[in-house]
């Protein structure tokens, strides 16, 4: 088992920064390709980015290319998102993920262990 806790959600407004992380422990965090996801009231969760176990691949969704950042640090283990201009429309409940489904894997089935998620709310 890999148990993921996130955590750096909160309020900001439309144009703001925040960082989330996220910390895995457990069994080995190696070889996972580690994912974000997030899940706006009455909508399914969706991905948002990925990143190789290496952290020289990254993926990310067209809504937030340009302004969100994927990284990791297997060290640690932990895996950051770095979210820059923030719209309203990226307010979500924000979900790390692991998984082996390499890097284009954007199906939350590709992904075996989560955290419980950390809210973000973007106001305008």
């Known amino acids: 088992q890999v148990q993921l806790v996130e955590s750096g959600g909160g309020l900001v407004q439309a144009g703001g920064s925040l960082s989330l992380s996220c910390a895995a422990s457990g069994r080995t965090f190696s070889g996972y390709f580690m994912g974000w996801f997030r899940q706006a009231p009455g909508k399914e969760r969706e991905f948002v980015a990925t990143?190789?176990?290496?952290?020289?691949?990254?993926h990310y969704t067209d809504a937030v290319k340009g302004r969100f950042t994927i990284s990791r640090d297997n060290a640690k283990n932990t895996v950051d998102l770095q979210m820059n201009s923030l719209k309203p429309e990226d307010t979500a409940v924000y979900y790390c993920?692991?998984?082996?489904?390499?890097?284009?894997?954007?199906?939350?089935?590709?992904?075996?262990?989560w955290g419980q998620g950390t809210q973000v709310t973007v106001s305008s």
């Open positions: 990143i190789s176990w290496s952290g020289r691949n990254t």
């Open positions: 993920a692991s998984g082996r489904g390499g890097i284009f894997a954007r199906a939350t089935s590709q992904y075996a262990f």
